[in-house]
Nanobody
Framework: QVQVVESGGGLVQAGGSLRLSCAAS????????MGWYRQAPGKQRELVAS???????NYGDSVKGRFSISRDNAKNTVYLQMNSLKPEDTAVYYC???????????WGQGTQVTVSS
């Protein structure tokens, strides 16, 4: 079993920054991919950023140039640095962990990010 715990959400003014962290623990030999998704009220969950094999990054179009994902392999932790935040970034942010391309993935409980105008 794998546990996924996010932290770092909160309330910030537009133009500000936040850093989210996500730590995976449990029965882990290696991690194939880690990523961040978000879901705003009334909207579908969408990809924010992902990092595969520790080096290949992928970003949603709405956050390119403002958000940065990174991973600490030794700590099984992924970070999301969010800069130039906008009110439309307000959502619950979920961490996703995939141990291999063919195995089920794991989700955290989510952390709220609220950006005020």
């Amino acid at each position: 079993q794998v546990q996924v715990v996010e932290s770092g959400g909160g309330l910030v003014q537009a133009g500000g920054s936040l850093r989210l962290s996500c730590a995976a623990s449990g029965s882990i030999r290696s991690i194939y991919a880690m990523g961040w998704y978000r879901q705003a009220p009334g909207k579908q969950r969408e990809l924010v950023a992902s990092i595969i094999s520790g080096v290949i990054t992928n970003y949603g179009d709405s956050v390119k140039g403002r958000f940065s994902i990174s991973r600490d392999n030794a700590k099984n932790t992924v970070y999301l640095q969010m800069n130039s935040l906008k009110p439309e970034d307000t959502a619950v942010y979920y961490c996703n962990v995939r141990l291999s391309p063919t195995r089920p993935d794991y989700w955290g409980q989510g952390t709220q990010v609220t950006v005020s105008s």
